[in-house]
């Protein structure tokens, strides 16, 4: 690996992540890891502000059960930095579907299938510097 610039990326601890009282843990192996988090706030989403988050999924089967889900309850967002920091945290994350992601992911250890409408799996990342840049100026605008 060659050196890279320092990015950032938006993590949000979901909904069924705050309810399970997870957000501490998926915090720690943020930090565990390196990165540094230079943004964090305790929110409640509005419908507008998903809508706009999840642009590229408007249309799909999930998409009213997925903004429903993230109005559930509320949301802890971080802004997160380090070099290669948004590839870092997908792999942080683990795949999609928590009953498949690997152990050793926040998924994988912590997330399973619950029967759910759309699947919960606690956390979400940028995936990609564009989406990154666009994501945390909607959660984080003076930033
Ligand atoms: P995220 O955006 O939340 O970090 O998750 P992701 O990239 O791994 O997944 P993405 O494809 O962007 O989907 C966003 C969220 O929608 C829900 N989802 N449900 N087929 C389904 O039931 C389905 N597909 C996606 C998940 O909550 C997923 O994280
Ligand atoms: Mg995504």
Redesign the pocket.
């Known amino acids: 690996m060659t050196t890279s610039e320092t990015e950032r990326t938006l993590v949000l601890v979901k909904p069924d992540g705050v309810t399970r009282q997870l957000t501490g843990e998926v915090l720690r192996r943020v930090e565990a890891k390196g990165y540094r988090i230079v943004a964090l706030e305790l929110r409640t989403a509005d419908r507008d502000l998903l809508a706009r988050h999840?642009a590229e999924?408007q249309g799909k089967p999930?998409f009213e059960p997925?903004v429903e889900f993230m109005l559930s309850g509320p949301i802890v967002a971080a802004v997160v930095e380090g070099q290669r920091v948004i590839e870092g945290f997908r792999s942080l994350?683990g795949?999609?579907d928590p009953t498949a992601a690997a152990p050793g992911t926040i998924r994988g250890d912590l997330g399973r299938d619950w029967g759910t409408a759309?699947?919960?799996?606690l956390?979400?990342?940028s995936?990609s510097p564009e989406s990154a840049a666009r994501e945390i100026g909607l959660w984080f605008p003076a930033l």
């Open positions: 999840y999924h999930f997925l994350a795949t999609t759309v699947v919960q799996n956390v979400h990342g995936d």
